[in-house]
């Protein structure tokens, strides 16, 4: 599957964004998705996972309560809505697609596809 991640920009500390993250070339909803982000100096770190149909759901501690995952299998899309922006959120951000069970899914090393990445920026 091939993804395009799109949504990041330069905010301010408090502000919101949405990531999207569009899928295509093989049925979307066959894959287990997720978030990832990078920020300089730093090891890519799981942000937030999504289940097949999008009933489960998982995120790192850093941004529970503030950012929510949801997929459309419809539209082929992933999203990641993020509020209360702070500057330590400021990374590279990266979807990726995997075909493993989702009990397997915090591992980086079993993403099978990875998307471009955006940059996000939080000015404090």
């Known amino acids: 599957v091939q993804l395009q991640a799109s949504g990041g920009g330069l905010v301010q500390a408090g502000d919101s964004l949405r990531l999207s993250c569009a899928a295509s070339g093989r049925t979307f909803s066959m894959y287990v998705m997720a978030w990832f982000r990078q920020a300089p100096g730093k090891e890519r770190e799981l942000v937030s996972v999504i289940g097949r149909n999008g009933a489960s759901t998982d995120y790192a501690d850093s941004v529970k309560g503030r950012f929510t995952i949801s997929r459309s299998n419809l539209k082929n899309t992933l999203y990641l809505q993020m509020n209360s922006l702070k500057s330590e959120d400021t990374a590279v951000y990266y979807c990726?697609?995997?075909?493993?069970?989702?009990?397997?899914?915090?591992?980086?090393?079993?993403?099978?596809?990875w998307g471009q990445g955006t940059q996000v920026t939080v000015s404090s």
């Open positions: 990726a697609a995997t075909l493993t069970i989702y009990s397997r899914a915090q591992a980086v090393n079993n993403y099978d596809s």
